[in-house]
């Protein structure tokens, strides 16, 4: 059976708290909210993959990890996105940084020259971190009178030190993400 899998950046837990007040400030909106347990940045969507795929990303990001020294993440804003076209989600933008894109762009060639892992071609669109805070219910959005104005301005950082190869569920009430293996920066 073929497992669901992608590379994330898990956020600690007082920066999922801060997200989570944000979220309980709008209860009336018709979207979906990202449980707090839930909230990360990929950096990766993999797809279906068996069990020697999974060893071998999780070998893979290992090997890429221990080359990269910790780093800062900024966030600094929470709008509707995406930026073109209607709005999906609420999302939180991060910074892009050069050790940030570094560990994406390690990440993904080494993944791209494996036989038995990872993506199967280069993700054309350029890399946006970003946190999906709420899936936005169609819909019910499209029947609102007044749209809301969510376009907020926010600083907050982390450390990030390691990334996490993660399973992800699909079920009716959302995806269900379990850790599969955490790949530490520097060692």
Known sequence: MKT?????INLPSE???KFLSFQQKWPDLPVRWTKEE?????????????DEEIVETCQIAKGVTQK???????????????PQGTPRMIWVEGEKSQELAELKD???KSLLRSQNS????????AFSPHI????IKQLKWR????KPKIDLEISASFLVSSIEIMQSTLKPEGPEYVILEKAELGG
């Open 143 to 146: 029947e609102l009178k007044e």
């Open 106 to 108: 390690n990440l993904e």
């Open 38 to 50: 839930n909230l990360h940045i990929t950096l990766i969507f993999i797809g279906y993959v068996g």
């Open 15 to 17: 920066i999922k708290k």
């Open 4 to 8: 669901r899998i992608f590379v994330a």
């Open 132 to 135: 999906t805070l709420a899936r």
């Open 118 to 125: 990872g993506p199967k071609s280069k993700e054309v669109r």
């Open 68 to 82: 990269q020294t910790p780093f800062e993440i900024n966030l600094k804003r929470i709008y509707l996105g995406p």
